[in-house]
């Protein structure tokens, strides 16, 4: 079993609405458009998140303050994106892609979490999980 630990932070245009992804992002900056990100300025490394990729699926828990969801994937073992983490509820994968076939999309975190992560200082902790 792995695990990486991230952070990242809130942001005003958080809207967790997106019916099939979600996404963290090192992004500091959010128009209102990226309805699938649930949190901004991650600060995850690349080489921590490969470590993942020799794993069958993952199990993302977030936390927020004393909040936590949960996601479970399937792991794309072509993920190599430096700058965002997408989790999709298809199997489309991509470099930026690190899971597909999840169990929720950004629309299905709790709206307590995603209404906490529209303040800028709201900082979310996220665990990710591998195992077969």
Request: charged share 25%; hydrophobic share 35%; aromatic share 6%.
């Amino acid at each position: 079993m792995s695990k990486v630990l991230f952070s990242c932070y809130g942001h005003r245009n958080i809207l967790g609405t997106h019916k099939t992804t979600l996404e963290f992002t090192k992004d500091k900056d959010l128009s209102s458009n990226g309805n699938c990100i649930i949190g901004v300025s991650a600060d995850f490394e690349l080489s921590q998140i490969k470590k993942l990729l020799e794993f069958a699926n993952i199990k993302i828990r977030i936390s927020v303050d004393a909040m936590t969801d949960e996601i479970t994937a399937k792991v794309n073992p072509y993920f190599n994106d430096a700058q965002e983490i997408v989790i999709r509820l298809g199997e489309y994968d991509s470099p930026r892609t690190l899971g597909t076939r999840a169990d929720k999309a950004s629309m299905h975190i709790k709206r307590k979490i995603i209404n906490k992560m529209k303040n800028p200082m709201q900082k979310m902790i996220v665990e990710i999980q591998g195992f077969n």
